[in-house]
C-alpha cells in the first residue's frame, strides 16, 4: 500500500493560563479530561513565557483565559499561548474567554476613539485563533468582528433556574438598568414565564468613566420584586443608584442578576450596603474570598463552558444549547 494511513482519532487538549485557573479545572472535570500540563512564568521585565509540556501536535486545542484584572497581562498571556500552539502544529485552537476583554468599546461615541473590541478580535485572529468561545458579550455584534466562527454562550438560563425557586414569579418585574440590556430583558421575562417588564433610562457623564447622571423607571415597579438583570458589575455605581431608584418608585423588593462580577474598587462596599436583597453572579470572573460578601451568590459557569466545548469537538451544535439564540 503506497502513503500513510492516519488513524483518523481527533483528540481534545484542555489549556488555561494563570488568570481562573480554577474555572479550567472545573471545565476539565466536567468534561473528564486534565489539563495539559504548561510551565508558565513572567521574566523580570514584565515579559510573559509560556511552554506547554507535552505534543499537541495534531490536536483540538481549547485554551481558557478569563480576562481579569490585571486584564492586558492575561490577554498577552493568551495570545502567547495561541501562538505557541500555532507553532506546534495544533490542528485547530479555539479560545475560551468567558469574560471577553475590551468588549464595552465595541463603537466609537465620539471622535478619536478607538474601537477596542475590534483590535482585540485581530490580535486573537493573528494569533492563530480559529474559533472563539465567549459568555454574555457586552453587545452581540461583536461575534462580527472577529474572522472565523464565535460561540456566544448565555448564563441567562443557569440565572433564571436560581430565581425561579426562590421568588414569587406573580409578583415579579424584570427591570433592564439601560435601554441596551432591552433585548435580554425580553428574553428574561420570555423565559420566567412572561413577567412584566421595566427599563431605567439613564444619562452618562461622557467625560467621567463609570458615572451616571439621571435615573427614570419606565414601567410598572410598585409593589413588585424588581429583578435587575446586566451583562455585568464593574464598580457597582449604576447597579446600586438603578436600585434606588427603583425603591423610589415603590418596588419592595430589589434582586440583582449579572454574568460577570468585575467587581472594581468601590464595588463590594456599595452592593454590601445597598439596599439590594441578594446580588447573583457567576464564575466567569474570580471572585477571591476578599471580595465575597453576604449577599453574594455565585454560580459556576463551568457545566455550560464544558458543554460548547463537547459540542465544537464533536462537530455538534453549540446553538441548540440555548433554543437556536445566539
Known amino acids: 500500500m503506497s502513503g500513510i494511513k492516519a488513524s483518523g482519532q481527533k483528540k481534545l487538549m484542555l489549556f488555561t493560563g494563570r488568570a481562573h485557573p480554577d474555572l479550567a479545572k472545573e471545565v476539565a472535570d466536567n468534561l473528564h479530561v486534565e489539563l495539559t500540563p504548561t510551565s508558565a512564568y513572567d521574566f523580570a521585565n514584565g515579559e510573559t513565557f509560556v511552554r506547554f509540556l507535552e505534543s499537541v ?3 483540538d486545542a481549547f485554551v481558557v483565559q478569563s480576562h481579569t484584572a490585571p486584564i492586558n497581562q492575561w490577554i498577552m498571556e493568551q495570545l ?16 475560551v474567554a468567558p469574560f471577553f476583554g475590551y468588549a464595552r468599546q465595541d463603537k466609537k461615541h465620539r471622535g478619536r476613539e478607538p474601537i477596542s473590541a475590534r483590535l482585540m478580535a485581530d490580535l486573537f485572529k493573528t494569533a492563530g485563533t480559529d474559533r472563539l468561545i465567549t459568555v454574555d458579550l457586552h453587545t452581540a455584534q461583536i461575534q462580527g468582528f472577529f474572522d472565523g466562527p464565535v460561540d456566544h454562550l448565555f448564563a441567562l438560563d443557569l440565572l433564571a433556574s436560581h430565581f425561579e425557586s426562590r421568588l ?11 435601554a441596551g440590556r432591552v433585548r435580554v430583558t425580553e428574553r428574561w421575562s420570555d423565559r420566567l414565564g412572561g ?14 468613566a463609570n ?9 410598572e415597579v410598585e409593589g413588585r420584586t424588581c429583578v435587575v438583570v446586566d451583562d455585568m458589575i464593574d464598580t457597582g455605581g449604576t447597579i446600586v443608584k438603578a436600585a434606588d431608584a427603583l425603591f423610589d418608585n415603590g418596588a419592595t423588593k430589589v434582586v440583582v442578576a449579572a454574568t460577570h462580577g468585575v467587581l472594581s474598587g468601590p ?4 452592593l454590601k450596603n445597598s439596599r439590594i436583597s441578594e446580588v447573583v453572579l457567576t464564575n466567569t470572573l474570580p471572585i477571591p474570598q476578599e471580595k465575597q460578601f453576604d449577599k453574594l451568590t455565585v454560580l459556576s459557569i463551568a457545566p455550560l463552558v464544558a458543554r460548547a ?14 433554543g437556536g439564540h445566539s
Not at 170 to 178: E, F, G, R
Open 211 to 219: 458615572e451616571v447622571k439621571v435615573f427614570d423607571v419606565v414601567g
Open 168 to 178: 414569587d414569579l406573580s409578583q415579579v418585574t424584570v427591570v433592564a438598568p439601560d
Open 80 to 95: 502567547i499561548m495561541v501562538d505557541a500552539l500555532k507553532r506546534a502544529s495544533a490542528k485547530r485552537i479555539t479560545v
Open 267 to 270: 464595588a463590594v462596599d456599595r
Open 57 to 59: 501536535r495534531g490536536s
Open 195 to 208: 413577567v412584566p417588564m421595566a427599563i431605567i433610562h439613564k444619562k452618562r457623564d461622557p467625560d467621567v
Open 309 to 322: 466545548i463537547n459540542e465544537v469537538f464533536s462537530d455538534g451544535s453549540v446553538t441548540s444549547l440555548f
